[in-house]
T-cell receptor, first 112, second 115 residues
Framework: DIVMTQTPLSSPVTLGQPASISCRSS???????????LAWLHQRPGQPPRLLIY???NRFSGVPDRFSGYGARTDFTLTISRVEAEDVGTYYC?????????FGPGTKLEIK | QVQLHQWGAGLLRPSETLSLTCDIS????????WSWIRQPPGKGLEWIGE???????KYNLSLMSRVSISADTSRNQFSLQLSSVTAADTAVYYC?????????WSQGTLVTVSA
């Protein structure tokens, strides 16, 4: 199985300041079809996860443009340009290049 | 937008079979993959498996001998069965639309396995 790691696991941030989460995979996520199936999800306590980003950098419908994703092969990053109060919660990266699909352990974003 | 509503027993005894159904509203089963994902209390996410519009399935090998995902396209529903459950299967179970990324999720069902 592809192992996904995230750093940091916890991130206290100041409102209005940027935040960045790193995700690393144990092997390249480039699929044989040429796409890289790396997604980012956000989960608030007591809520289901919601999709933010798919295929490294594509924002899902309705996701604010303060969220952006980039990276390649095994190293990926989610950035929030200016953190807002509603951004608290846990962020997961997920790979869907190889079965079984696997998730990172999650990064908990909290406000200082 | 697409809504997913799921139901099934929330409390099981060890060795019983977990059975959950996910109903798709404001959307169609065809044209998409559909997934089941679970989350043990206070822990991270685990992909269980998926079913395609043609009925093809993929499962997490860690569960493969116990898991089955099926669909009833006439009812716009798909289902999860997990046999011989143990306490380790206690989790919130989510159904979701999509295979390689899941864009719509259910609210989830907490399934507790306890004697």
């Amino acid at each position: 199985d592809i192992v996904m790691t995230q750093t940091p696991l916890s991130s206290p941030v100041t409102l209005g300041q940027p935040a960045s989460i790193s995700c690393r995979s144990s092997q390249s996520l480039v699929h044989s079809d040429g796409n890289t199936y790396l997604a980012w999800l956000h989960q608030r306590p007591g809520q289901p996860p919601r999709l933010l980003i798919y295929k490294i950098s594509n924002r899902f419908s309705g996701v604010p443009d303060r969220f952006s994703g980039y990276g390649a092969r095994t190293d990926f990053t989610l950035t929030i340009s200016r953190v807002e109060a509603e951004d608290v919660g846990t962020y997961y990266c997920m790979q869907a290049t190889q079965f079984p699909y696997t998730f990172g352990p999650g990064t908990k974003l909290e406000i200082k | 937008q697409v809504q997913l509503h799921q139901w099934g027993a929330g409390l099981l005894r060890p060795s019983e079979t977990l059975s959950l159904t996910c109903d798709i509203s404001r959307g169609s089963f065809s044209g998409y993959y559909w997934s089941w994902i679970r989350q043990p209390p206070g822990k991270g996410l685990e992909w269980i498996g998926e079913i395609s519009q043609s009925g093809g399935t993929k499962y997490n090998l860690s569960l493969m001998s116990r898991v089955s995902i099926s669909a009833d396209t006439s009812r716009n529903q798909f289902s999860l069965q997990l046999s011989s459950v143990t306490a380790a299967d206690t989790a919130v179970y989510y159904c979701a639309r999509g295979g390689q990324w899941q864009d719509y999720w259910s609210q989830g069902t907490l399934v507790t396995v306890s004697a």
